[in-house]
């Protein structure tokens, strides 16, 4: 929608302007094209919402690969945006380390040295987005059986289905362990 409503470009010069305003957007889409050269003053940062390519294949249809938003990222890098990547959601299949290494060893191999941030949010789901998602794709591959994961209450009075203890125990483990490796233990902003 950028091309044609240029609201993402009108708000990070709007940001740009003054001294202690900061903006910030997520994305899954490469066309970064209409903000370079903007006068962003390194007031935005650009986060690009990144998963295996399994689960990008599966779940993400019609966004752009994990590669194709990578490079979109390496080009506001270096027109001076502040950059970071959300990992999500986070699944639990065969072969994720696998999968979730290779698409470390890219982001590695792109930004090594560069100050960056992540956040990991693995895959959640209350009973109305189950039950909404089931309504409108019946045949959905989404895991999302209850007895799969641990029931947990939000602080608005709703609750929603996590992984089970064990589970965020691996994971954490593992993103911690890897992301710490290469981009340093302040490189994590949060992993639920």
């Given at each position: 929608m950028e091309r044609y409503t240029h609201g993402l470009s009108k708000a990070i010069e709007a940001f740009g302007e003054f001294e202690h305003t900061r903006f910030r957007f997520v994305s899954k889409y490469s066309d970064v094209e209409p903000f370079i050269g903007l006068n962003h003053n390194n007031h935005t940062e650009i986060r690009f919402s990144i998963n295996?390519?399994?689960?990008?294949?599966?779940?993400?249809?019609?966004?752009?690969?994990?590669?194709?938003?990578?490079?979109?990222?390496?080009?506001?890098?270096?027109?001076?945006?502040?950059?970071?990547?959300?990992?999500?959601?986070?699944?639990?299949?065969?072969?994720?380390?696998?999968?979730?290494?290779?698409?470390?060893?890219?982001?590695k191999e792109e930004f090594k040295g560069e100050k960056i941030t992540f956040e990991i949010i693995t895959h959640r789901f209350t009973d109305r987005a189950k039950n909404n998602i089931l309504t409108i794709y019946k045949e959905s591959t989404l895991p999302m059986k209850e007895e799969d994961r641990k029931f947990k209450y939000g602080q608005f009075g709703y609750g929603k289905y996590i992984y089970k203890d064990d589970d965020m125990k691996e994971i954490k483990e593992f993103f911690t362990e890897r992301l710490s490796m290469d981009f340093g233990e302040k490189s994590i902003l949060y992993i639920v």
């Open positions: 295996s390519q399994e689960i990008i294949k599966k779940y993400e249809h019609g966004t752009d690969s994990a590669e194709k938003r990578i490079e979109a990222a390496k080009k506001v890098k270096k027109d001076g945006y502040k950059i970071g990547f959300l990992i999500a959601p986070v699944f639990i299949y065969e072969g994720w380390k696998e999968d979730y290494n290779k698409l470390l060893d890219k982001v």
